[in-house]
């Protein structure tokens, strides 16, 4: 009887470690595979399109979002890798936000940061860098390494910390730059080639700005060295890439001084500091101009152009912030795990096809690091959006050679160069894509040292909390 008992009581237990551990060997391929996701407010597409909104591209392709993208992806990733995937997807305010979740004990597998976020996390060694795999382009499935355009992969790969490049820890999202959105009917175009416009007592209380130190910070710094910035002897330098990046991320004791002076003139001008309201504020006419991110700037002008409504978009002629958005894979999260490791670069891989790249381009406003792939979908969405109607006699050739295409041959070049009409050389398709001119007086912010970002933070708390209007 006792023996009986004992073998009843092992029995038990090996069954219990079996169901705890998601079922007995004969049953492993039903394990699930957990992938916790963090990512931007309303940064990816939801599904849910009208059938009227279904993007009809020049090849007769149609692309229409139904489904939730994460949905999709579970999906796709059983039926691609015979394994399933569960994500849970949860999302994030700001870079600050993300960082304090994680630093509080929150675990995640995928992230998708900003630029100096990732620089961050890569400098304290809590990134997973991905795999060759990952990176190898005569896989299918890799849309990512197959699709990314060389500019933003030159980008990455040209960014080092510690000694590695960033393309190693971190794969393109969205992109873009800062510049100003501006109402053509109330705002000069002359007065929008500098950011100093920002500080004119003709448009007091007619302008927002960025509630964001950092980008606030490289506005004023343009303000700051305006007339150098401009000179022939800068912009002609051999060293001007150089020369320009230490510029702009210049955060000494007398810069920052200098800096907190602007922000509080600019601060006093301003009608509000934002990060929101500043779109709805110009589509109502309550401003005239709104500091913003290239992005923002397309949703600002389509929603504008409902109420009849033409905005425009400029990039001032100092310079302007490159800024970018990747995803990560947290080294406490993927702990190791083979198998979840595998699914976090899929889910990336997924999102980068050119469909689901479309996808979120069309649901946020912001412009995709994909450029193509085994297609050429994404130059084709490029031209569904901006691209003239063949009986417009209007128009301008504006080229995007530069993203789509790292060849020189003038001939493939000429291939990306869109046909649009003359007004949209200073509206949608110049925010989606700025011009190689904008481009080349772009530099990326750097993440700063603890010493600095104390510096820039007390200066900012000064013009949030006691520059009052």
């Given amino acids: 009887m006792k023996k009986n008992c004992k073998y009843l009581t092992a029995l038990f237990s090996v069954c219990l470690v079996?169901?705890?551990?998601?079922?007995?060997?004969?049953?492993?391929?039903?394990?699930?595979?957990?992938l916790r996701i963090a990512n931007w407010e309303e940064y990816m597409d939801e599904g849910g399109w009208d059938e009227e909104?279904?993007?009809?591209?020049?090849?007769?392709?149609?692309?229409?979002?139904?489904?939730?993208?994460?949905?999709?992806?579970?999906?796709?990733y059983e039926k691609t890798y015979g394994e399933?995937?569960?994500?849970?997807?949860?999302?994030?305010?700001?870079?600050?936000?993300?960082?304090?979740?994680?630093?509080?004990?929150?675990?995640?597998?995928?992230?998708c940061p900003s630029e100096y976020m990732i620089m961050k996390m890569m400098e304290e060694g809590?990134?997973?860098?991905?795999?060759?795999?990952?990176?190898?382009?005569?896989?299918?499935?890799?849309?990512?390494?197959?699709?990314?355009?060389?500019?933003?992969?030159?980008?990455?790969?040209?960014?080092?910390?510690?000694?590695?490049?960033?393309s190693s820890y971190a794969a393109g999202y969205m992109w873009g730059v800062m510049g100003i959105v501006y109402n053509p009917s109330a705002v000069s175009d002359e007065d929008v080639k500098h950011w100093s416009m920002l500080l004119d007592s003709k448009y007091k209380r007619r302008i927002t700005m960025k509630d964001s130190v950092r980008d606030s910070y490289i506005v004023a710094l343009g303000i700051l060295n305006e007339k150098t910035f401009m000179s022939p002897s800068f912009l002609n330098?051999?060293?001007?890439?150089?020369?320009?990046?230490?510029?702009?991320?210049?955060?000494?004791?007398?810069?920052?001084?200098?800096?907190?002076?602007?922000?509080?003139?600019?601060?006093?001008?301003?009608?509000?500091?934002?990060?929101?309201?500043?779109?709805?504020?110009?589509?109502?006419?309550?401003?005239?101009?709104?500091?913003?991110?290239?992005?923002?700037?397309?949703?600002?002008m389509d929603e504008a152009e409902q109420d009849g409504i033409e905005l425009s978009y400029a990039v001032p002629e100092e310079c302007s912030n490159l800024w970018f958005d990747g995803w990560c894979m947290m080294k406490k999260g993927i702990g190791g795990d083979s198998q979840k490791k595998r699914a976090a670069e899929a889910f990336v891989n997924f999102i980068s096809r050119p469909d689901n790249a479309i996808r979120n381009m069309y649901y946020i406003?912001?412009?995709?690091?994909?450029?193509?792939?085994?297609?050429?979908?994404?130059?084709?969405?490029?031209?569904?959006?901006?691209?003239?109607?063949?009986?417009?006699?209007?128009?301008?050739?504006?080229?995007?050679?530069?993203?789509?295409?790292?060849?020189?041959d003038k001939k493939e070049r000429e291939k990306y160069?869109?046909?649009?009409?003359?007004?949209?050389v200073k509206r949608q398709v110049f925010a989606q894509y700025p011009t190689e001119e904008v481009i080349n007086r772009s530099v990326v912010m750097e993440n700063f040292n603890d010493e600095e970002n104390q510096r820039i933070s007390r200066m900012w708390i000064n013009i949030r909390c006691f520059d009052g209007f």
């Fill in 417 to 424: 160069v869109l046909d649009v009409p003359a007004g949209q």
């Fill in 18 to 34: 079996c169901l705890l551990q998601g079922g007995c060997a004969g049953n492993s391929e039903n394990k699930e595979t957990v």
């Fill in 237 to 300: 330098n051999p060293r001007y890439p150089t020369l320009l990046k230490e510029a702009m991320n210049d955060t000494g004791n007398k810069t920052v001084q200098q800096v907190e002076k602007i922000l509080s003139r600019m601060r006093n001008n301003a009608y509000s500091l934002e990060i929101e309201g500043g779109k709805a504020d110009m589509v109502t006419g309550k401003v005239v101009a709104n500091m913003q991110w290239s992005g923002d700037g397309v949703y600002t």
């Fill in 126 to 166: 809590s990134l997973e860098p991905y795999s060759d795999e990952f990176l190898d382009k005569e896989n299918p499935e890799n849309h990512y390494s197959r699709g990314v355009s060389p500019y933003i992969q030159q980008i990455f790969g040209d960014l080092h910390i510690g000694g590695s490049p960033l």
């Fill in 365 to 408: 406003g912001y412009t995709s690091a994909i450029a193509g792939g085994e297609n050429d979908w994404l130059f084709q969405y490029a031209d569904w959006c901006y691209g003239a109607e063949e009986e417009e006699e209007d128009t301008e050739e504006y080229s995007l050679a530069y993203f789509f295409t790292d060849k020189k």
């Fill in 84 to 111: 399933k995937v569960r994500v849970e997807y949860s999302t994030f305010g700001t870079n600050e936000d993300l960082y304090n979740q994680m630093t509080l004990g929150d675990t995640f597998d995928l992230v």
């Fill in 53 to 76: 909104e279904q993007i009809e591209l020049a090849d007769g392709t149609t692309i229409i979002g139904k489904e939730n993208m994460a949905d999709e992806f579970e999906l796709w």
